[in-house]
């Protein structure tokens, strides 16, 4: 089973103020994807925040990672900077296809500002924070995410 990991990051999830109620979202698709998923870990918004925690969750072991928040526009929405700092090669298509899926629920979606991409033989896609977001994201991550890292595996294209 691939290890996959959810990432909330929020100042105000992050402190306590507000429970988490994206990630949860992801870890119970990733589960039910088949996908060895813990629960999210939370971390305050912020590109060294983000970084810090990918590169960590990378060196645990973990080869699928979903961000969730971060993504817009505000001053520390963050998340797709620090996520570029990890990424080796990005993979435009998936975060477009997001947003391109989003404008039927809202035309806010244009906002989102996240990435998709890989850094050795993991995936990392960054989704914005709101558990009707995620709801709608995990499907259109999903449908190529098995694929995807069994390209990062050497294996042929089938």
């Given at each position: 089973m691939t290890a996959a990991a959810v990432l909330t990051v929020s100042d105000r999830s992050s402190a306590g103020a507000r429970?988490?109620?994206?990630?949860?979202v992801a870890v119970s698709a990733l589960r039910e994807a088949g996908f060895d998923?813990?629960?999210a870990?939370?971390?305050?918004?912020?590109?060294?925040a983000v970084e810090h925690a990918l590169r960590e969750l990378l060196a645990s072991g973990i080869r699928f990672i979903v961000t969730s928040g971060g993504?817009?526009?505000?001053?520390?929405?963050?998340?797709?900077?620090?996520?570029?700092r990890v990424l080796e090669r990005q993979i435009p298509g998936?975060?477009?296809?997001?947003r391109r899926a989003g404008l039927a629920a809202t035309p806010a979606s244009m906002l989102t500002r996240g990435l998709a991409g890989v850094v050795g033989?993991?995936?990392i896609v960054n989704l914005p924070g709101s558990p009707k977001a995620v709801a709608e994201g995990m499907p259109?991550?999903?449908s190529v995410a098995t694929h995807v890292l069994s390209q990062l595996h050497g294996e042929d294209h089938s």
């Open positions: 429970p988490d109620s994206a990630g949860p998923c813990d629960d870990t939370i971390v305050s918004d912020g590109a060294d993504t817009g526009i505000s001053p520390r929405d963050e998340t797709p900077e620090g996520t570029a998936i975060a477009e296809e997001l033989d993991a995936l259109i991550v999903l």
